[in-house]
């Protein structure tokens, strides 16, 4: 996977462009993911504005706009940012994760996602009926039943 250095940070992108450079791994729709080792210090990253961008700090703190996320956090960043101005007080490794926002709402719920209330319910109802659409998973283990969705009484 391609590397590249800016400023304290050594960044590997797992997934999409970053900086100039591009992950060999195939992506169905516009993402990027990058893994991050960051040095004390001040990283200014770019940023696709188009993307809605989110950041975990797997260890150490960061801080964003002055605001500190801590190791094991999930730092939403929106969308319309140029650049990510990362301010490491101490080692860290992150993880930036973006891409095109969804055009609408989506919800999830146990291992579903969908667009409605009405598709996890159809999503439930196919899986415990295992018509398929799942697969099947050779294992010795058991299947994990369902819980019922709240809302279908």
Known sequence: LPRLEIDE????????????????????????????????????????????????????????????????????????????????????????LGGVPFGQPILMWWNFVARSRQEITGAYEQWRARDGRFGEVHSDLDRIPAPRPPWSG
């Open 9 to 96: 940070s050594t960044l590997t992108v797992l997934a999409g462009a970053f900086g100039g450079v591009t992950s060999p791994a195939r992506q169905d729709s516009p993402m990027v993911g990058v893994d991050a080792v960051i040095r004390p210090g001040i990283s200014v990253w770019p940023l696709r504005t188009d993307f809605e961008h989110g950041l975990v700090v797997l260890s150490g703190e960061v801080a964003v706009e002055g605001r500190p996320v801590r190791s094991d956090r999930f730092a939403y960043l929106g969308i319309g940012r140029s650049e990510l101005v990362l301010d490491a007080v101490e080692p860290a490794r992150v993880l930036l």
